[in-house]
Each structure stands twice: as structure tokens, then as C-alpha cells.
């Protein structure tokens, strides 16, 4: 059993109010239960909106926090290094990609103004023992820029970065310069990669 409050929806109306010594009470509308508070805290039965306190700012919900999760499927060529090339990330995984994200063009573009958590990488297939560099670019220019150096056989350049996008304009790319003369970028799931989340908004 449990106390009840019921805002009424028949007869004349009003509040019921009904109690008992089990320490629970039962909110209701109209004989139904919609939260109930006991020794846990307040559990929810039936939230179908929620009330924003005033304040400047976007509310989030799953729907309409840009997130994706991308990755290349077919390997390039890095022929030269005196040239960056723009990595690309042709295949999406599945629900990660809220449409922000073009695998035609390998470019992030969300539509919410925040801070995101960037990654990307790639695998490069070496001998080891010259530097190359993992770019993230911003709007078409270099914003961060991840240097790595291995002697071992074969590389992945990774980077992670908390990067603020304008939820309009701004859009970033991934791109690579390696030092190994002509080499090809290793076509997997966790070698080469490229995400974003929407951690803040603004």
C-alpha cells in the first residue's frame, strides 16, 4: 500500500487524498500514478516534459546531439612527402552518424554550437625511423597538428582533441603527411578512424 495525492478528473474534482503508514507516496492524476517518492528518492513513472530553468543555451536530447563515428574502408596512396593529403573516412557506423558527417567529402559539419571531443587516426604502413604528422583541420586550415615518431614497423598517428564548432559554419577534416616517401594508409576500423561527440553546448 501506499499514501496518495490525486488531482481528480471526475466528480467535482479536486485533490484526493488517501494515507497510510508505509512511508510511500503515490502522485497521481486522474487514479494514476505518475511518480512516487519512498526512502530511495523520487521515482518517475511518466515524464513527457521536462521544465528548463531560464537560461541561455540549447537543451539536449538524443536526437539532436550531433555524434558520429567513421572509418576507411579502402586504403590510399601517400606518394610524396612533401605533400598533406586529406584522409578519408568513407563508411559510417551505423546509428554513430546523426547526418552531420559526409563520407563523400569526410567532413564534420554539426549543426549545435559547442565543444566536441574530436579523435581521428590512421595507420601508415613503414619501416620506422622518420616523423609524420596527423592534422586537424578547421574550416580548411591546420588547427592542431599531432607529430609522431617510430622506429618500429608501421604506424598509427592518433589525436584527440576538445575542439568549439559554431554549429554553422565550422566544419573539420583529418589530414596526413608522412615521411616515408610512397606508403599507403591501413583501410581498418581501429587504425584509421574518425569521431566526434558534442560534450557542451554553449
Not at 35 to 61: D, E, R
Not at 119 to 129: D, F, L
Amino acid at each position: 500500500m501506499a499514501s496518495s495525492i490525486n488531482a481528480s478528473t471526475s466528480g467535482p474534482g479536486g485533490v484526493i487524498t488517501t494515507a497510510d503508514n508505509s512511508g510511500i507516496l503515490n502522485l497521481q492524476s486522474g487514479g494514476t500514478t505518475v511518480a512516487t517518492v519512498n526512502s530511495s528518492g523520487l521515482q518517475v513513472t511518466t515524464l513527457n516534459s521536462s521544465t528548463v530553468p531560464t537560461a541561455a543555451g540549447t537543451v539536449m536530447v538524443s536526437g539532436n546531439m550531433p555524434t558520429f563515428f567513421a572509418y576507411q574502408s579502402v586504403a590510399q596512396t601517400y606518394s610524396s612527402t612533401s605533400t598533406i593529403y586529406k584522409v578519408t573516412y568513407d563508411t559510417t557506423s551505423g546509428y554513430w552518424n546523426t547526418g552531420a558527417y559526409s563520407t563523400s567529402t569526410s567532413t564534420f559539419q554539426p549543426t549545435v554550437a559547442g565543444y566536441y571531443q574530436v579523435s581521428a587516426g590512421v595507420g601508415i604502413i613503414s619501416s620506422g625511423g622518420v616523423a609524420s604528422d596527423l592534422f586537424l583541420y578547421k574550416n580548411g586550415s591546420a588547427f592542431f597538428d599531432s607529430r609522431w615518431y617510430f622506429n618500429g614497423v608501421n604506424q598509427i598517428l592518433a589525436g584527440s582533441w576538445l575542439v568549439y564548432l559554431n554549429g554553422s559554419t565550422d566544419y573539420l577534416n583529418v589530414y596526413v603527411n608522412q615521411g616515408y616517401g610512397s606508403t599507403n594508409s591501413v583501410a581498418q576500423s581501429d587504425r584509421s578512424y574518425f569521431s566526434a561527440v558534442l560534450v557542451r553546448t554553449v
